[in-house]
C-alpha cells in the first residue's frame, strides 16, 4: 500500500466496538440471578425477566450462537419453538463476554464474574509470572489453578448455601484445572452419552428441594470448527442437540426452569489472504512484537519492552480498517474485559488487543498450524460471536 493509501485509511474507533452486556445481560450474569432465586448470599438477580424458580438446570451448548440457531429453524424445531414462546417459555439473546472463547465464557459462567475479574481474558494470555503463553482452555503449561483464578464459583456458593448443587458432563472434564476453577462445587457426574447426562441431570434436579444443576455438550463446537458451520456435520449436531434439550425438558420435575444457552457464536472465514492474514508472514505486524497471544478474531499483541507504542500504530494502520485496536488501557477504559481489572489480570492482557469487525482472521501458520486451518472461527465483539441464546423452559 502507498503512503497515500494509508493517509486515507481511517481506524476503527475503540469506542465504536459493541461491548458485551456486562451486569444486565451476559453469561456472568445467569448463574447469579438463578442463584438470587435460590437463596444464595451474595447473588444478585440482575436479569430480570428470569423468574424465581426452585430447582434450576443450564444446558450449555458449546458453539451455538444465537444467529446460527435463528438460521436453522428445520433442524432444531424445538429450540426454535422457545424462541417463539410457544411451549411456555422466553427466549432472547444475551452476550457472552470479550473475548467470545469457551475458557473465558466458561469462567464467566461458572464464577459469575466477567473477564477482567476472573481472569481467563483469553484462549492464550501471557503469565507475568513466567513470560510465556498460558493456554487457558488446555490449562498448557501447568499453572496453579487456585491462584489463577481465587474467586469462588456460584455452584461452591450455592452448595454451602443448602442448595443441591451438581455438574454433568463428559467425564474427562472431571479433574480439569478449567473445572476446578470455572465450575465446581457440589458434585460431578460423568456421563459419555448425551442422553445419559439429560437423564441425569433431570436425576440431580429432582433430587433436592432447592437445586442447581449444569450439563454442557461440546461437539456443536467442534464440528464447527472443522468443517464450518452450515456444514452438514454442523447441521447434524444442531439435529442431535436440539433432541437432547427437548429430552431434558419433557423430565423436568416440578417448581423447575431449564435454561439452554451457549458460550458464544460463530462464523466461517474464507482461505483466502485478504480474509486470513498471516501474522507469521508479516514482517510489518510482527515488527516489535515479542508474543501474539488469543485467538484468529481476538488476539493480545505482548510488545518488546519499549516498542508499544510503535506497535500500537502499525496495527492501527495496517488492521485499523477491519479490527477495533486498542492499547491494554483503552481496551480496559472502554469496558472491553468488564467493569473494572484485577491488578492480577492486567499485565495478562495484551499490550496492543485487536478485535476482529469484518470477516478475517490473523492466523500464525508456523506456531499455530491447527488453530490457522480452522473453518469456523470465533472471539470478537461481533453479534454473530457475540449473542447466545437464553431460553427457558418451566414446569
Request: glycine content about 10%.
Amino acid at each position: 500500500m502507498t503512503q497515500a493509501a494509508w493517509d486515507d485509511v481511517e481506524p476503527l474507533p475503540v469506542h465504536s466496538a459493541p461491548v458485551p452486556a456486562y451486569g444486565t445481560g451476559s453469561l456472568a450474569d445467569l448463574l447469579p440471578t438463578l442463584g438470587f432465586h435460590l437463596g444464595v448470599p451474595g447473588c444478585a438477580g440482575t436479569i430480570p425477566e428470569l423468574q424465581p424458580v426452585d430447582r434450576a438446570c443450564v444446558f450449555l451448548i458449546d458453539g451455538l450462537g444465537w444467529e446460527q440457531l435463528k438460521a436453522h429453524p428445520d433442524e432444531a424445531p424445538f429450540l426454535s419453538s422457545l424462541i417463539a414462546s410457544s411451549r411456555g417459555g422466553t427466549g432472547r439473546p444475551i452476550t457472552a463476554g470479550f473475548p467470545a472463547t469457551t475458557a473465558t465464557s466458561l469462567a464467566s459462567v461458572g464464577t459469575g464474574l466477567p473477564p477482567g475479574a476472573h481472569g481467563l481474558p483469553g484462549y492464550t494470555v501471557r503469565n507475568p509470572a513466567t513470560g510465556a503463553l498460558m493456554n487457558q482452555l488446555r490449562w498448557h503449561p501447568w499453572t496453579s489453578p487456585r491462584p489463577w483464578q481465587p474467586y469462588p464459583t456460584i455452584f461452591q456458593r450455592a452448595h454451602e448455601a443448602g442448595v443441591r448443587t451438581a455438574q454433568v458432563s463428559a467425564p474427562a472434564f472431571e479433574s480439569t484445572p478449567l473445572t476446578k476453577i470455572a465450575l465446581s462445587g457440589g458434585t460431578f457426574h460423568g456421563r459419555l452419552s448425551g442422553e445419559d447426562r439429560m437423564d441425569l441431570a433431570a436425576e440431580q434436579l429432582a433430587a433436592g428441594d432447592r437445586s442447581l444443576v449444569y450439563t454442557y455438550y461440546s461437539e456443536v463446537d467442534g464440528k464447527g470448527h472443522r468443517f464450518g458451520v452450515d456444514s452438514d456435520a454442523w447441521r447434524g449436531q444442531l439435529m442431535y442437540v436440539d433432541r437432547l434439550a427437548q429430552r431434558l425438558a419433557e423430565q423436568l420435575p416440578p417448581r423447575s426452569a431449564l435454561y439452554v444457552t451457549a458460550d458464544h457464536g460463530m462464523l466461517d472465514i474464507p482461505f483466502d489472504e485478504q480474509s486470513r492474514i498471516d501474522f507469521d508472514e508479516d514482517w510489518e505486524l510482527g515488527a516489535g512484537v515479542a508474543l501474539l497471544g488469543g485467538e484468529g478474531r481476538a488476539r493480545h499483541v505482548y510488545a518488546v519492552p519499549g516498542a508499544q507504542s510503535d506497535v500500537l500504530a502499525v496495527w492501527r494502520e495496517v488492521l485499523g480498517e477491519q479490527f477495533w485496536i486498542a492499547s491494554r488501557d483503552e481496551a480496559i477504559a472502554a469496558g472491553w474485559f468488564g467493569p473494572a481489572v484485577d491488578p492480577r489480570v492486567y499485565d495478562r492482557l495484551g499490550d496492543v488487543i485487536a478485535a476482529a469487525r469484518d470477516d478475517v482472521v490473523i492466523i500464525a501458520s508456523r506456531t499455530e498450524p491447527k488453530e490457522s486451518l480452522m473453518v469456523g472461527n470465533h472471539g470478537s465483539m461481533t453479534p454473530v460471536e457475540q449473542l447466545v441464546p437464553l431460553l427457558e423452559v418451566r414446569s
